[in-house]
């Protein structure tokens, strides 16, 4: 279990150093951050990268780097604190990928790092066999019995 730990602080780390550089980029150069163009946004609510590189920066990013640091502490809540950052990774590539209507590499990889990370955050919750993983280990066992 010790490697699923590390390799989850490692994963959530990487994301949210590159999440704080990327939100940082959109939100000093809202026009083009790292050679984007504006108009990439037609279809989304936005005209610039402001207000995208803001929740990048303090969801995707803090929110990844807190759940690194809460992992390093062994808070007895981290199954659930980098689960919900993990997801909201997903959440973030398939909400960018219907914004900018494209899918990238980039988006590809992030989106499996994002599910890698819930995986693994699940695989905490039931090793510490909290919800839901204690309801499902519970009815798991009746239906055997």
């Given amino acids: 279990m010790k490697v699923v730990y590390r390799f989850l602080f490692a994963l959530q780390l990487f994301v949210g150093i590159g999440a704080i550089g990327g939100g940082m980029m959109a939100i000093l150069n809202p ?3 790292g050679g984007m163009p504006a108009d990439a946004l037609k279809n989304s ?3 610039n990268y402001l207000i995208p590189g803001i929740i990048l920066f303090s969801v995707i990013g803090l929110g990844s780097i807190f759940s690194s640091v809460m992992i390093y502490l062994r808070s007895k809540f981290i199954g659930y604190i980098s689960s919900v950052f993990s997801w ?23 989106f ?3 599910l890698v990370e819930a995986a693994l955050s699940a695989a905490i919750l039931f090793e510490q066999r909290l919800f839901p993983a204690n309801i499902i280990l519970r009815f798991y ?3 055997k019995e």
């Fill in 31 to 33: 026009q083009g951050p």
């Fill in 45 to 47: 609510p936005f005209n």
């Fill in 88 to 110: 909201a990774l997903v959440i973030w590539i398939i909400v960018q990928c219907i914004m900018l209507n494209a899918v990238v590499s980039l988006h590809v990889i992030f």
């Fill in 112 to 114: 499996i790092i994002g």
């Fill in 141 to 143: 066992k009746r239906m």
